[in-house]
């Protein structure tokens, strides 16, 4: 069997960096240890595959496991739908184990709507400054990842964190976050536990960051920095029930898949 897979980097405007995903559309059944050794193989962040004959059911591999969303994989997917798939469309929605995800196609960037991740506070700060060796001020843990607050940017940015440590904490992820200076906020996200040290920028962990941004910062719609190596800009309005999630996108490459 042979699959066309494609490779697109996410929040970006040229190749190189934000966050890249493999992107495979089918209609043909790919069973579940197969889309993981794909996943292995490709060694992304993540991997989605879209099933056409499933009204786009759309599943999430990591190179070690699979996950119910990321977001930066549901950009790239909606990216090559648009420009591969159906070039007439100008919005669509990915099936997802979290329930619908829609994109929209809007000049020259994608909307997508995620669904919204309430942070609750914890009390496990020593723990987690210990993992992040720095400061931390406050924790707060969502649907899959905990969020660190610390004091300013510069301490996001220069981070040294433990990843075996964070990897003993359960969590799909930690975000570290703090008030911008040329954005709104800025973060960093280590998600070992999926078999990422550090994302380069996460599309998901913005539906918790956004949140709590948002009651901070008394704005609804927000400028946001992942503050990565290959770093990534991200534009977040957070609604009712969703956050919306503005990025660009520039496919890497086309390919084919022998197995």
Request: proline letters at 2%.
């Amino acid at each position: 069997m042979n699959q066309t897979i494609y490779f697109v980097d996410t929040f970006t405007e040229k190749t190189f960096s934000g966050n890249a995903a493999g992107v495979v559309f089918h209609q043909g059944e790919i069973d579940g240890n197969t889309m993981q050794n794909i996943a292995f193989e490709n060694n992304l962040s993540e991997t989605a595959f879209i099933n056409t004959a499933k009204e786009n059911e759309v599943k999430f591999y990591s190179p070690t496991i699979e996950v119910d969303l990321c977001g930066h994989a549901t950009l790239a997917s909606a990216f090559i739908f648009f420009n591969f798939i159906d070039k007439n469309a100008t919005d669509t929605i990915f099936n997802s184990n979290r329930g619908e995800l829609k994109i929209i196609k809007k000049e020259d960037s994608l909307v997508m709507s995620l669904p919204k991740d309430q942070p609750k506070k914890v009390d496990v700060a020593e723990r987690i400054s210990d993992a992040l060796n720095c400061q931390v001020t406050e924790v707060f843990r969502g649907t899959d990842d905990f969020l660190a607050i610390v004091k300013d940017e510069k301490i996001v940015e220069k981070i040294n964190p433990n990843i075996e440590k964070i990897a003993e904490l359960d969590s799909r992820g930690l975000i570290v976050s703090a008030r911008g200076i040329a954005t709104d906020f800025t973060s960093r996200v280590f998600s070992p536990n999926v078999g990422v040290d550090e994302d380069p920028v996460t599309g998901s962990a913005h539906v918790l960051l956004a949140t709590y941004w948002s009651d901070v910062l008394n704005l609804k719609k927000m400028k946001a920095r992942q503050a990565s190596k290959r770093g990534g800009e991200l534009i977040c309005e957070v609604l009712e029930n969703h956050v919306e999630i503005t990025g660009k996108a520039k496919l890497y490459l086309q390919g084919e898949i022998y197995f």
